[in-house]
């Protein structure tokens, strides 16, 4: 994708996640949630040659969440995880960042995200 449309796409993709949190999140702030996102490794995810499998996703969900967990724990996994998905749906499904191959990244964050137990965050239990 050349010039700057990346760019827009990934400020828009922030501004999305930190607007997602405006009722009722402990964090508000872009000085607090902008850095977070800038540091979560979403190129994982949406670079590639290759479709992203489940497992491999829900792995870097689950450490990218937690990862926003320790360094914000105000967040807790509830908001990190809104914050990661609505980031990601964002980037992949509105603004076509996520490489071809990796195309389905948009659906995998389509729905809402329940942690049923601690250390485990399903995506889409009918997908399970």
Do not use: Q
């Not at 760019?7 to 949630?33: C, F």
């Not at 994982?44 to 360094?71: C, M, N, Q, S, Y």
């Amino acid at each position: 994708m050349p010039g700057c449309r990346p760019k827009i796409i990934r400020d828009y993709a922030r501004w999305t996640a930190l607007s997602a949190l405006r009722s009722g999140a402990p964090i508000k702030s872009r000085a607090d949630i902008y850095p977070l996102l800038d540091d979560a490794a979403f190129g994982v995810v949406l670079d590639g040659k290759e479709p992203i499998g489940r497992e491999e996703f829900d792995r870097w969900h689950e450490a990218a969440t937690l990862a926003l967990v320790e360094r914000r724990p105000k967040l807790g996994v509830g908001w990190a995880t809104k914050l990661l998905n609505v980031y990601l749906k964002t980037a992949a499904y509105v603004g076509d960042l996520a490489a071809a191959p990796r195309s389905d990244v948009a659906s995998a964050t389509t729905a809402v995200v329940i942690a049923s137990e601690p250390g485990r965050l399903p995506l889409d239990s009918a997908k399970r």
